[in-house]
């Protein structure tokens, strides 16, 4: 299944674009999801997604807590923010 996904903040430098279309298998969840840009992405690798992202799903902001549980389909929009941090 081909996911559309769009990074926001600092993702587009650490990915070096602003969208990309993955192709997945099925069943994947957001986590699987992670782990495919993570793979196809080093830079990414090692961060706790659950630390720097925000994450939508067809423009549903969905929590840390539901990425497990929530099945990607084919044609979904994926759009991952970076969390804002400063002091």
Do not use: C
């Not at 559309?4 to 986590?31: C, R, S, W």
């Not at 939508?56 to 840390?64: C, E, T, Y």
């Not at 084919?74 to 759009?79: E, F, R, T």
């Amino acid at each position: 299944m081909k996911v559309h996904v769009n990074f926001y903040g600092f993702l587009q430098a650490a990915a070096g674009t602003m969208k990309v279309i993955l192709d997945l298998e099925a069943p994947a969840n957001l986590v699987a999801l992670w782990q495919q840009l993570a793979v196809r992405y080093p830079q990414l690798d090692g961060k706790d997604p659950a630390a720097i992202l925000a994450v939508s799903l067809n423009g549903r902001r969905l929590g840390p807590e539901q990425w497990d549980d929530i099945y990607l389909r084919d044609g979904d929009q994926v759009d991952i923010f970076s969390i804002m941090s400063g002091g």
